[in-house]
């Protein structure tokens, strides 16, 4: 069975710029896995952020964007905010309407 | 605005079905592009999606699940609902049900605020 991936921890200075990933254990990402992501901060609903690769949800800000980079899907934020310190998810579309999620990023700002 | 709210529930003993609802406002449950979605957080664990239906009745589900899980909807009452049969206590988990966003495709773009079901021994 595929694994989605993504980087169980990440941290950026406030500010700054980071990606987090979304890869596959067996194949390459690419927009017809239609990749999403979603944020979530303890005990609060996950909030999308992106989906179709790179379409903002509404009242997203546009430090936010989604993208293929190489072989994984992709979320970068750019300027980094202390609230943006959360868990990171996303979510693959693997066919015969199925959906698998990642693990989760845990995103630290400081 | 679109608003979901699951209902259900809290505590289901081992072995048992478990049953939840999931209430639609302020908008439509039969449009065409609307599919409607569950999803589950084990404590302190990642998101999990269970499965999704669209308001004709189609289903998919969770590989993994699919031999418990019976997802429904009743247009009538704009609600859909999540069967989980033969629960333990892998089971306890944060649910929540969401609507997809620009059809099927788009994963999942409103959510429910969630609600906590404890599987008892």
């Known amino acids: 069975q595929t694994v989605v991936t993504q980087e169980p921890s990440f941290s950026v200075s406030p500010g700054g710029t980071v990606t987090l990933t979304c890869g596959l254990s067996?194949?390459?990402?690419?927009?017809?896995?239609?990749p999403s992501w979603y944020q979530q901060t303890p005990g609060q609903t996950p909030r999308t952020l992106i989906y179709?690769?790179?379409t903002r949800s509404s009242g997203v800000p546009d430090r936010f964007s989604g993208s293929i980079l190489g072989n994984k899907a992709a979320l970068t934020i750019t300027g980094a905010q202390a609230d943006d310190e959360s868990d990171y998810y996303c979510?693959?579309?693997?066919?015969?309407?199925?959906?698998?999620f990642g693990g989760g990023t845990k995103l630290t700002v400081l | 605005q679109l608003q979901l709210q699951e209902s259900g529930p809290g505590l289901v003993k081992s072995s048992e079905t478990l049953s939840l609802t999931c209430s639609v406002s302020?908008?439509?449950?039969?449009?065409?592009?609307?599919?409607w979605g569950w999803i589950r957080q084990s404590p302190g664990k990642g998101l999990e999606w269970i499965g999704s239906?669209?308001?004709?009745?189609?289903?998919y589900y969770n590989p993994s699940l699919k031999s418990r899980v019976v997802i429904s909807v009743d247009t009538s009452k704009k609600q859909f609902s999540l069967k989980l049969s033969s629960v333990s206590a892998a089971d306890t988990a944060v649910f929540y049900c969401?609507?997809?966003?620009?059809?099927?495709?788009?994963?999942?773009?409103?959510w429910g605020q969630g609600t906590q079901v404890t599987v008892s021994s």
């Open positions: 067996s194949g390459s990402v690419s927009t017809t896995y239609l």
């Open positions: 969401a609507r997809h966003i620009g059809g099927y495709s788009g994963g999942f773009g409103y």
């Open positions: 979510v693959l579309y693997m066919g015969s309407g199925i959906w698998v």
């Open positions: 302020g908008g439509s449950i039969s449009g065409s592009s609307y599919y």
């Open positions: 179709s690769t790179n």
């Open positions: 239906i669209h308001y004709s009745g189609s289903t």
